[in-house]
């Protein structure tokens, strides 16, 4: 009986994917995988599993951080309270997860869409956000290295504040000049 409480929410899962224009792989006969689209991260792999007493997801946001791991967790603990659907994670490692769990009664494409849409607008919205506090003298060492060789830095765009400002061809370069807008005073 539970084999086909797991198969009709496999089959529901789905329905639900295909209807929102997603292709799901599907691992093993309890597992699928879809690959959420984003802007900043630029895709989101989310693993569906289905058990017998409800549904899981879970998806990978970010390795474990090189620096501030504290001020990292801490800032993931205070986006939990406000998240509903899912939550921050870590695993063994340290590495950065998004995961939901929706029990078998309340399956509803309803419950679905809300838990995968908040791991979309969390992993892709909060992206940065986490970089910027878990790998900030990474993020500074690759513009230093790009702006000292001539290298394209269009992916680093979302980090510009972070550019040294003493290399020449820096985007923060004079920007003592500048006020908080990046502007230059009129």
Avoid at 27 to 32: M, P, Q, R, V
Avoid at 117 to 138: C, M, P, Q, V, Y
């Amino acid at each position: 009986m539970m084999k086909d409480h797991a198969t009709d929410a496999a089959e529901q899962i789905r329905q639900f994917l295909s209807d929102a224009g997603l292709e799901p792989e599907t691992t093993d006969e309890s597992t699928l995988v879809v690959q959420l689209p984003g802007e900043r991260k630029l895709q989101t792999t989310v693993s569906i599993r289905i058990g017998a007493h409800g549904v899981s997801l879970n998806a990978f946001v970010a390795r474990h951080p090189d620096e501030n791991m504290a001020g990292v967790y801490r800032w993931l603990l205070e986006q939990n309270r406000r998240m509903g659907a899912a939550h921050y994670c870590v695993d063994h490692l340290g590495d950065v997860y998004l995961t939901a769990k929706i029990p078998m009664a309340a399956l509803s494409a309803e419950a679905f869409d809300q838990a995968l849409g908040t791991i979309l607008k969390h992993a892709d919205g909060d992206f940065n956000a986490i970089l910027e506090r878990g790998f900030r003298s990474s993020i500074e060492r690759e513009w230093r290295w790009r702006l000292s060789r001539g290298e394209p830095t269009e992916n680093l765009a979302a980090f510009r504040h972070l550019a040294p400002a003493d290399v020449p061809g820096s985007p923060t370069a004079g920007s003592a000049d500048k006020d908080s807008s990046g502007e230059v005073p009129g």
